[in-house]
């Protein structure tokens, strides 16, 4: 029952997971440590390329709760393909350079790779339906 | 069914209960005129959660925390139990991580400090690892 794809979305997932670690650490060094133990009931914005990962994080996130239910589906009723793996690709190197083109701020790009890790995702859910 | 989907089971229970714990206090607070708005800042004057006592509003950061954590521990979950790769360290992980999450809240609610900060170390630590332990 395990799919390629099923790794696929792991390595995903490590990565988001690695993404939010990055940012925690960014907030160590950038943001006083009192503020980052307190309970952060006053509201602080990042700045700069923290700012840029903390945003890139979310949409990381979203992008991962929208992706994992066609990949499990697909997994869990053996409708693995040579299409949904490319498309399960696809979606993984988009997201993966979707990273630094948000942090180092590469305008065109940075649409341009979330574009395909959509479209990706979506032909997954058709695969899968 | 898995352990690991018996936690999972349960920290969808608790992402219930952490909501209830939250929309009480908030609709007690803001009354329901409000929260049962559209929610438009410039007729509310300015967002609903900045609105919130400071209590309330940490109890949302930490429904809203929980959810991103179980996006990551769902995913491992299911992984780890569609594989067939359940062991007794993964099971331990998703116990450890719904042990944390829950004692996340008060930690939040009364501001515990560093404590706040250890706990949602220890969920996210024991999350990464079910990952990595079903990749290898």
Same mark, same amino acid.
């Given at each position: 029952m395990f799919s390629d794809e099923l790794s696929i979305l792991l390595v995903y997932g490590l990565i988001t997971g690695l993404l939010l670690g990055a940012k925690v650490t960014g907030m160590l060094v950038t943001v006083d440590m009192g503020y980052l133990l307190s309970s952060r009931d006053e509201n602080r914005t990042l700045e700069g390329m923290l700012g840029r990962a903390d945003r890139a994080l979310n949409n990381s996130i979203t992008a991962l709760a929208l992706i994992a239910p066609p990949i499990l589906v697909i997994a869990l009723r053996d409708q693995s393909s040579a299409n949904s793996l490319l498309a399960a690709q696809v979606f993984l190197a988009a997201r993966v350079i979707y990273i630094p083109a948000y942090v180092f701020g590469i305008q065109g790009l940075r649409t341009l790779v979330w574009t395909a890790g959509f479209f990706a995702t979506l032909i997954l859910y058709f695969l899968a339906l | 069914m898995t352990p690991e989907l018996t936690v999972l089971a349960l920290a969808g229970l608790l992402q219930a209960v952490q909501f209830v714990l939250m929309s009480v206090p908030a609709n007690l607070e803001l009354g329901v005129g409000k929260t049962l708005s559209p929610r438009d800042r410039e007729r509310l004057g300015?967002? &609903?959660?900045?609105? &919130?006592s400071a209590k309330t509003a940490r109890l949302l950061r930490a429904l809203n925390n929980h959810f991103e954590a179980l996006i990551l521990f769902t995913l491992a979950v299911v992984v780890v139990s569609l594989s067939g790769q359940s062991t007794a360290l993964t099971a331990a992980c998703a116990w450890i991580y719904l042990a944390a999450r829950i004692a996340y809240i008060p930690a939040y609610y009364f501001g515990l400090s560093p404590w706040r900060s250890l706990i949602w170390m220890v969920g996210f630590s024991a999350t990464i690892l079910m990952i990595v332990a079903s990749l290898l």
């Open positions: - | 300015g967002a &609903l959660e900045d609105q &919130l």
